[in-house]
């Protein structure tokens, strides 16, 4: 699978978004942005939503397509190949079957609060 994420990449990302001062729900906009991970994706394949689960697999496809990411000028950038709507469906199920980014972390990764307390962010 491609656009897989380190653990420690997981933690700094939701601590940089909950320590933002530009972030109005850092839970959404963390789910937003992990839309593109196929590790997070995978949570909502086979699930009770159907409709999220569908978009989860067409998403998923798209990753392992190798269309979902691209490095562009240093920076890695959501590509062509997730919607915007297919993110927001990603997103609300996500904060709908789990609450906090820090659940669907624990969940794919194994973190715990105080690892992404503890985890370094610039």
Do not use: P
Not at 52 to 75: E, F, K, L, M, Q
């Amino acid at each position: 699978m491609q656009n897989v994420w380190h653990r420690n990449y997981a933690a700094e990302s939701i601590k940089r978004i909950e320590l933002s001062e530009w972030t109005q729900d850092a839970n959404f906009e963390w789910f937003q942005a992990a839309a593109s991970c196929g590790q997070v994706v995978e949570l909502l394949i086979g699930g009770s939503d159907e409709f999220a689960s569908a978009v989860a697999t067409t998403v998923r496809n798209t990753i392992r397509g190798g269309s979902a990411a691209r490095h562009v000028n240093g920076r890695w950038m959501r590509g062509r190949g997730i919607s915007h709507k297919q993110t927001n469906v990603i997103a609300r199920a996500l904060a709908e079957q789990f609450g906090t980014a820090r659940a669907v972390a624990a969940m794919v990764w194994g973190l715990t609060d105080e690892e992404i307390d503890n985890a370094e962010v610039d």
